[in-house]
């Protein structure tokens, strides 16, 4: 039996979304995107390969999964196995470290810790850039989890160069994130099929990376000049870019509940007060609030006269890959 290794990755959301692929084998997006990797969200994942098994056996939060559940686990290591020239399954044990409630997707911090941990149990010494891509096989955003703070995947050409890179892994200045839980319920349609419909079928789609790639830059700008208002605003628009897509796809879809409109009425108002607080959303109805740490207790106080105070969780940036 080799050596158990394991790595925590931390969730990350974007600013700038990654909305469709390329190459949805490679996972190769049709746009560039830009994440803030978050602090208390995190998964541990510890793999050990060992001659003794006679499949991979993955356990998530204590539940060990069916073969057919853990194939997108089982591919990934497929993949390492070939690049390591091992042989033997592994044992995968993975904690998702995200409230109960948060309703929050964790193939980001899934993926990206299991590439860091399969990958040098595996007996490969993996620069980040190559870890990187590893796990965009896994997840497309799990491209961007294996760096802290703020994180660009460029989208690349291919499989040797669609990769993340880190724009500023310490933030040194005021930004951070409340997560809104409304609907801690799986979502009705998953990210990976939601795209797949929006780039087949919706006559909008073509207009979606064109604006991203825009947006990208100003964000990139946006970010260099500290400027929480600017930053706000372009993600802001650029989610509701992205969920225009799902309206005009056949058959269409939405990620909006009756509560994310509630929300975003309530971001909206309070930014009429003076508060500087913009929302942003990904596939499902979770609102996430960009905002300052110094502005912070007075959103949350206005926040929890709408909501429960246990479904209102303030996110700070986050860290990279880590060996623990
Ligand atoms: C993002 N999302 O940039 C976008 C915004 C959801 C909306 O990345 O098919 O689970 O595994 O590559 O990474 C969620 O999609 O999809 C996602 P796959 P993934 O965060």
């Given at each position: ?13 974007a ?157 040194d ?22 795209m ?36 706000g ?12 897509t ?76 880590a060996?623990?």
């Open positions: 039996m080799n050596q158990p290794v394991t790595a925590r990755a931390h969730t990350n959301i600013l700038i979304k990654y909305w469709g692929k390329s190459d949805p084998e490679l996972i190769i997006p049709q746009n560039s995107s830009l994440s803030l990797t978050l602090e208390p969200f995190y998964t541990d994942t510890t793999v050990t390969f060992s001659n003794q098994l006679t499949r991979d056996q993955v356990s998530i939060d204590g539940q060990q999964l069916t073969v057919a559940a853990s194939q997108r686990v089982s591919q990934l290591l497929n993949l390492i196995r070939q690049q390591a020239n091992q042989q033997n399954f592994a044992q995968v044990i993975s904690i998702n470290h995200v409230p109960t409630a948060a309703g929050l997707a964790s193939s980001a911090s899934g993926f990206a810790a299991l590439a860091a941990a399969a990958s040098k149990a595996a007996g490969l010494d993996l620069d980040r850039q190559a870890l990187s891509r590893l796990a965009r096989r896994g997840s497309g955003s799990a491209t961007r989890s294996v760096y802290g703070g703020f994180v660009e995947w460029q989208k690349g050409h291919g499989d040797a160069d669609s990769q993340a890179i880190p724009l500023q892994e310490k933030i200045f005021d930004i951070q994130m409340i997560v809104i839980v409304l609907d801690p319920r799986p979502k009705k349609i998953a990210s990976r099929a939601g797949a419909r929006v780039v087949a079928t919706s006559p909008y789609y073509p207009a979606w990376p064109v604006a991203a790639t825009k947006d990208l830059a100003a964000m990139k700008t946006a970010i260099l000049k500290k400027d929480l208002n600017l930053i605003q372009l993600a802001e628009a650029n989610a509701m870019k992205m969920h225009a799902t309206l005009s796809a056949t058959p269409p879809f939405t990620y909006f509940e009756p509560e994310t409109l509630q929300a975003i009425d309530l971001i909206q108002g309070l930014r009429a007060t003076g508060l500087s607080c913009y929302y942003t959303m990904d596939a499902g109805p979770n609102v996430k609030v960009i905002c300052s740490a110094k502005e912070t207790p007075a959103i949350l106080a206005r926040l929890r006269q709408h909501f429960p105070a246990d479904h209102l969780l303030v996110a700070k940036p986050g860290p990279g890959i060996y623990l």
